[in-house]
Nanobody, 125 residues
């Protein structure tokens, strides 16, 4: 099975930037193929919401309207890593951010097969 490990979360002031990383690795005997990866977030009292996704092969991306122009998702296939560059951060961006992976680009944006454990991002006003 694929294992996802996030890093890069922390505290940042409003207007600042932060980059999240998600390293994907397959466990022993796993034949799962990662085709798409993405990011979700969940703030206290709110449902988990889609943030961004990327196709590993082509680099095609998809973004939630709330982060367009501010967040950028990218991948480094050689390192099996996906990044989320977050600029112009707002207090409402505060949430636990989860990395996700799936074999299907559409499904990874809705109900990913594999989830990371999450990393906290806190934006102060």
């Amino acid at each position: 099975q694929v294992q996802l490990v996030e890093s890069g979360g922390g505290l940042v002031q409003a207007g600042g930037s932060l980059r999240l990383s998600c390293a994907a690795s397959e466990r022993t005997f796993s034949s799962y193929v990662i085709y798409a990866m993405g990011w979700f977030r969940q703030a206290p009292g709110k449902e988990r919401e889609f943030v961004a996704a990327i196709m590993r092969s082509s680099g095609t991306t998809s973004y939630a309207d709330s982060v367009k122009g501010r967040f950028t998702i990218a991948r480094d296939n050689a390192k099996n890593t996906v990044y989320l560059q977050m600029n112009s951060l707002k207090p409402e961006d505060t949430a636990v951010y989860y990395c996700a992976a799936d074999q299907n680009f559409q499904r990874v944006r809705v109900a990913p097969y594999v989830w990371g454990q999450g990393t906290q991002v806190t934006v102060s006003s």
